[in-house]
């Protein structure tokens, strides 16, 4: 259970304050309780509340949880952020595949045949405009001139001037995810009745990089936060990632401002875990030097069916649970496997002495290869990545929702970025640098030097592959195979189970390397122009 002072607010009830953009016709809701902002700004434990919302909207679905008051209209179970944020990024790729035939449009997700109209990616669009919503009314809230009309000050007002920073890292962050997946989306930092416009992608990246150098200076110090709040080393994990794909997103390369923030990262103290599946256990929270930012989950506090109770209900299977490690909860849905060219990635997919320790798989009674998509027992090995478990080997199966808290970011990746970015031409770093952070990993990953690697050895492709060793299960596979020109592609390098729908893959159209604007938002607002392909 997770403990600090702050996570112990995330299940208080505050009133959503504004609408939601393309979730209801009307953008002028009011609550439908007596709290208005008024009220509960009125005082300096109104505004840490409010935040505790701010912050809690990226674990939690609604006010109740697990249902019963979800934040935005459809399926209370599938809005989590993590949830929805995980399918896009991970289900049309080698990463894994959704075996229910579930209403949504999620079987389209697996095979790369979306549309507009497909449920799954309206559920995400909405989660991140809800959070940019409560992050723009908090921001407005919060400026000087409001804490000295409420009388709020000195070190009262300083920790809501924290929390402000705070917020403009959160939508900063929720722009990066729209960005990524949707390309030209609606932009507005205001609580208004007004439609919002349209930004281009190149925009939204300058609003963002502007906003994270700005917030360098006024967030708090790296590692000087509570569990679960940003501080600057998130800013600099964000800034990295954001310039590593800056070719996708604006045209020009921006590699060696990748690795001069990987470098601020890296100078802030952060250092690798000693034990990579510590990393997603239950109480990775506590003795992880490795995290940056993570999405905190309570099996008391935060209920949901999303998160890493998703993950970990939805990879187990009860035809396995005999013979893997128990996954400390109480059911196992049998309902994501993973296609055979992840397992692929590793040295020893037979699980002989399991050389790569990162392969937390398990083949009980199943295959390598997937024989049929919606259908639970139609092969695919299983993932145990994420437990429920705690680092000393107790838990408590009863358990129905889990404790295992979500990475966003942790200094593994930054060091991927540099290696990349290196690669890539970028200035300010070296190859034998490079090399070392990538030995690194390795070393962690084998427990000796057995896998270390040479300079020559040491490509792009070889970096995709360590990023998919490294990294799978995390949200970040659809992003790199875009990014190395994959992820729609029919080259043979980058074809896998089911892509296309195709039992051996096929390409798809390029226009899938951006989900679309969903229907109903184009509906509801003449401002905004569909994607190409839709």
């Not at 109104?46 to 609604?62: F, H, I, R």
Request: glycine share 10%.
């Amino acid at each position: 259970m997770k403990t600090s002072n702050f996570s112990k607010l995330l299940f208080l009830l505050v009133p959503v304050l504004a609408g939601i953009f393309g979730c209801q016709k009307q953008l002028d809701l009011v609550p439908t309780n007596d709290l208005t902002s008024e009220k509960i700004y009125s005082t300096a434990g109104g505004y840490e509340q409010v935040m505790a919302k701010v912050y809690g909207a990226m674990a939690l679905t609604g006010n109740s949880g697990p249902a019963g008051s979800g934040d935005v209209n459809g399926d209370e179970g599938f809005s989590d952020f993590v949830r929805g944020f995980w399918n896009l990024q991970t289900l049309p790729t080698e990463e894994a595949v959704w075996s229910w035939n579930d209403a949504g449009g999620i079987a389209d997700i697996n095979t790369m045949t979306w549309s507009s109209t497909n449920g799954l990616v309206q559920q995400l669009y909405r989660r991140s405009y809800f959070q940019i919503v409560l992050c723009n009314d908090f921001i407005e809230q919060s400026a000087d001139n409001k804490l000295s009309q409420r009388g709020i000050s000195g070190a009262a007002a300083e920790r809501i001037r924290q929390f402000r920073s705070e917020a403009r890292f959160l939508r900063a962050f929720q722009y990066w995810v729209l960005m990524d997946l949707f390309g030209n989306v609606p932009f507005t930092v205001a609580v208004s009745r007004d439609l919002p416009v349209q930004k281009s992608r190149k925009e939204i990246f300058e609003f963002v990089e502007k906003e994270l150098k700005e917030l360098e200076n006024v967030m708090a110090a790296p590692r000087t936060n509570e569990f679960g709040r940003v501080d600057r080393g998130a800013a600099w994990a964000l800034m990295a990632r954001m310039f590593l794909n800056a070719e996708v997103y604006t045209g020009v390369p921006r590699y060696t401002d990748a690795i001069a923030y990987c470098k601020k990262v890296f100078d802030a103290g952060y250092s690798l875990h000693t034990n990579y599946q510590n990393l997603f256990l239950a109480d990775n929270d506590k003795n992880n030097p490795e995290a940056i930012f993570a999405v905190p989950y309570d099996a008391y506090k935060s209920q949901g069916f999303g998160g890493t109770t998703y993950l970990i209900k939805a990879g187990t299977f009860d035809d396995a649970a005999s013979k893997m490690m128990p996954n400390g909860l109480n059911e196992g849905w049998e309902c994501i496997r993973i296609r055979a060219n992840l397992p692929l990635l590793f040295p020893d997919t037979g699980f002989g002495a399991r050389k790569d320790k990162r392969a937390l798989f398990t083949r009980d009674n199943t295959t390598l290869n997937i024989t049929r998509v919606l259908d639970s027992k139609g092969g695919g090995y299983r993932c145990n990545k994420f437990k429920n478990i705690n680092s000393d080997g107790t838990f408590d199966n009863t358990k129905q929702f889990s404790d295992a808290d979500f990475p966003l970011f942790r200094l593994a990746e930054m060091y991927l970025i540099y290696a990349e970015s290196v690669l890539r031409g970028g200035s300010g770093g070296d190859a034998a640098t490079a090399l070392d952070y990538i030995n690194d990993l390795r070393e962690r990953a084998y427990g000796n030097t057995d896998g270390n690697i040479t300079a020559a050895d040491l490509t792009l492709d070889f970096i995709l592959d360590e990023r998919g060793r490294e990294l799978f299960w995390e949200g970040h596979r659809r992003t790199d195979l875009v990014r190395f020109g994959g992820f729609t592609s029919g080259d043979p390098r980058f074809l896998w189970q089911f892509k296309g729908g195709s039992a051996t893959g096929k390409p798809v159209s390029a226009n899938y390397n951006l989900y679309p604007i969903p229907a109903t938002d184009l509906l509801i607002n003449n401002n905004l122009i569909q994607n190409p392909g839709y």
